[in-house]
């Protein structure tokens, strides 16, 4: 059916409930980003209409239940003050009912009202999966998941961190040209700026990892200390690997196998890389990337091949950095060590031009059944995630000749 007015709409789902709402919200999402003869101004007058039936309904609750929940039949507001519009997954409430609720610990009634608040919150419902024990990490532990993930290495702490939802495509600026000197009153030609666009899919990282039921007794930071090192080992490891090698089956696009090799942005070599080698794969790089440029490579390769190099005057071609506590210097250039990339390949670009994606944050869903017989709990971590060179141009490769 499709609808002339927003009036129109609101008129006809005024009357249902907010379930069959949301469905039919989700179904015009899919709808948007899945089909090319879609009438999407039909369907955004619908959106609006179910948006305005939806907020009508829950209006009508609250001043009647005081902040009535119609899906789990619960007072939300009680004993809680938290404005319209916040987001309820930054809150020190829902950070603490996340964890008591994982452990399997008592809820306070200011946590429990925020919990079940949190968990109809459209964030959670774009994941394929909600059962009564599931619930979205809270956004400061996923934060300082990915910075710990930054600070570890590999070339995740140097490409760019999306959070936009899967399939739409987002531009990218890439360099541009400086300003010109004008004559005055002369006229000055408009340029065009070139951008590039990024759409990210939609992959589902998965993770189950057990413990015993004792954890329960650990203390909230404890067990959020925990997560922090599992899903980052599990999540976020995953996510680097694709960042190097993804196949984009399935899984994230590389930049290994998301870019066309050949002579115009690769160089090889047949025993060991020479001190010219660097300086012709840096003269090969485009202007406007060479600023934030940075070397990859695995520590093999680092110590092996680039370690001992020296040009004609025996000065070293690797240049350590202690003070600053990086791993060093290639012409001037930084050394990003990610044990991913293959053995004898040397990768060079700047990986703001490589991004990766996760749209919904991570879900955590907890199971005291499914290994009732060893006595374990059950931690499902799942991500919806992606990742792609943006710009090819941006990336150039040194490696051995086969």
Known sequence: MEFKTIQEAFNHYRAKDIKEIETRALEIGKLIDSDPDANIEALNIELDGLKQAKENIIEKRSKSNKGFNPITGMEFNKGVDIPEGTDLFKTKEYRSAFFKSM????????EKNIYDRARIEKRASSFSTMTNSAAVLPTQTLNEIIEKARKQGGLISACRNFNIPSNLK???????????????????ESETVDTASVSFSAYEIIK???????????????????????????VIDTINEAIVSGTGSGQGTGILSGITWDTSNSLTYTDKPAYTDFTKILG????????????GMNNA???????????????????????????????????????????????????NYMGYNI??????????????????????ALAIADCKPIVPEAFLKLTKYE
């Open 103 to 110: 452990l399997g610990q008592k809820l306070t009634e200011t």
């Open 170 to 188: 987002v531009p990218v600026g890439t360099p541009s040209s400086k300003a010109n000197w004008h004559i005055e009153g002369a006229d000055v």
């Open 208 to 234: 189950i990892f057990s413990m015993s039921a004792v954890a329960n007794k650990m203390s909230l930071g404890a067990f959020e200390n925990y997560l922090e090192t599992e899903l980052n080992n599990c």
């Open 284 to 295: 090969m790089l485009k202007r406007g990337y060479g600023v934030n440029a940075k070397f």
């Open 301 to 351: 390769s680092l110590y092996n091949l680039i370690y001992s190099l020296t040009d004609d005057n025996k000065r070293p071609l690797f240049i350590a950095d202690p003070q600053q506590q990086q791993i060093g210097f290639i012409l001037g250039k930084p050394i990003i060590v990610d044990d991913n990339i293959p053995d004898d390949t040397i990768l060079l670009g700047d990986f």
């Open 359 to 380: 749209p919904e944050g991570i879900l955590l869903e907890v199971s005291r059944e499914s290994s009732f017989k060893s006595g374990l709990i059950d931690y499902r």
